[in-house]
């Protein structure tokens, strides 16, 4: 069965730190691209940041590029997103994503159940 955990949410102060992780299972972790979404009340599903299979190539939105870093490890099957300089508006619930290739261009096929950041004094 494939499954994809977060981890990490939680509250914290604008200017501050949070390191999202998502455990995958149940198929060949290294051989897909992996994405970071974002559910933002009223507004919808925003794409935050991926990495292909190889981590050769990631990719940020603009807002989150130089704040945020995603990364991979293939031998413990996780994805991570070091968030810094957070802001109240990366409120969210964070999600992440399984690629149906290598890719970060294909689509996604699998979302794990999210984890919730808040960003708030």
């Known amino acids: 069965q494939v499954q994809l955990v977060e981890s990490g949410g939680g509250l914290a102060q604008p200017g501050g730190s949070l390191r999202l992780s998502c455990v995958a299972s149940g198929f060949t972790f290294g051989n897909y691209a992996k994405t970071w979404v974002r559910q933002v009340p009223g507004k919808g599903v925003e794409w935050v940041s991926g990495?292909?299979?190889?981590?050769?190539?990631?990719y940020y939105t603009g807002a989150e590029k130089g704040r945020f870093t995603i990364s991979r490890d293939n031998a413990k099957n996780t994805v991570y997103l070091e968030m810094n300089h957070l802001k109240p508006e990366d409120t969210g619930l964070y999600f992440c994503?399984?690629?149906?290739?290598?890719?970060?261009?294909?689509?996604?096929?699998?979302w794990g159940s999210g984890t919730l950041v808040t960003i708030s004094s």
């Open positions: 994503a399984k690629h149906l290739t290598s890719s970060i261009a294909g689509g996604m096929d699998t």
């Open positions: 990495i292909s299979s190889d981590v050769r190539v990631t």
